[in-house]
């Protein structure tokens, strides 16, 4: 079974360049997670979203962050505009909910930005 | 959440028992103690994770106190492959917005 994709799994981009990073979640999956990793602050969750609805978003930074979930089998975490402090790697995620949990995130293998 | 401590990092021989503490002294009674690693430039990946009980999975042992105010994630034979880092985490069973502490350096040696 395909696990959960991110694209892409590089950018290098310039200082106040639009990024857009995408997640395709498990098939099945109700829950989705973005995380945000660097080497001070360690893995914070962003934002995550249940039935395609955003449920937290209170890890989102600030303003140049957004992040969407159009359907079941997408979302998009883009950063307008960009600036070198918000490089770093971001992982999606993905879980099931419903009646039977199992309590696990299943982690993409991440995008690694880097801001100039 | 709860918030768990951690040793920063622990040293392992290749084939012993790697046993890796946590305290979460203020777990609430509903909420589950999972753990998670992530190997270098990886995804962090699910271990177990329990309530009460212990647990056991083909990749761990999870023993619980019965208090409930620590956890120990047990490698029962660790292989070079197990160098990690290791996350012990406090959450809920749905929803599992699971936040992430600095974890425990995992280093196993031949």
């Known amino acids: 079974d395909a696990g959960v994709i991110q694209s892409p799994r590089h950018e290098v981009t310039e200082m106040g360049q639009e990024v857009t990073l995408r997640c395709k979640p498990i098939s099945g999956h109700n829950s989705l997670f973005w995380y945000r990793q660097t080497m001070m602050r360690g893995l914070e969750l962003l934002i995550y979203f249940n039935n395609n609805v955003p449920i937290d978003d209170s890890g989102m930074p600030e303003d140049r962050f957004s992040a969407k979930m159009p359907n079941a089998s997408f979302s998009t975490l883009k950063i307008q505009p960009s600036e070198p402090r918000d490089s770093a790697v971001y992982f999606c995620?993905?879980?099931?909910?419903?009646?039977?949990?199992?309590?696990?995130?299943?982690f993409g293998e991440g995008s690694r930005l880097t801001v100039l | 959440d709860a918030k768990t401590t951690q040793p920063t990092s622990m040293d392992c021989a290749e084939g012993r028992a790697a046993n890796l503490p946590c305290n979460h002294s203020t777990i609430s009674g509903n909420e589950y103690v999972y753990w998670y690693r992530q190997i270098h430039s990886q995804g962090p990946q699910y271990i177990i994770h329990?309530?009460?009980n212990n647990e056991t999975n083909e990749m761990a042992s999870l023993i619980i106190t019965e208090d409930r105010k620590s956890s120990t994630l047990i490698l029962p034979h660790a292989t070079l492959r197990d160098t990690a880092v290791y996350y012990c985490?406090?959450?809920?069973?749905?929803?599992?917005?699971?936040?992430f502490g600095a974890g425990t350096i995992l280093r196993v040696k031949s």
């Open positions: 995620a993905s879980s099931p909910t419903g009646t039977e949990p199992t309590g696990e995130l299943f």
């Open positions: 329990g309530l009460k």
């Open positions: 985490i406090g959450g809920k069973e749905y929803g599992n917005k699971l936040v």
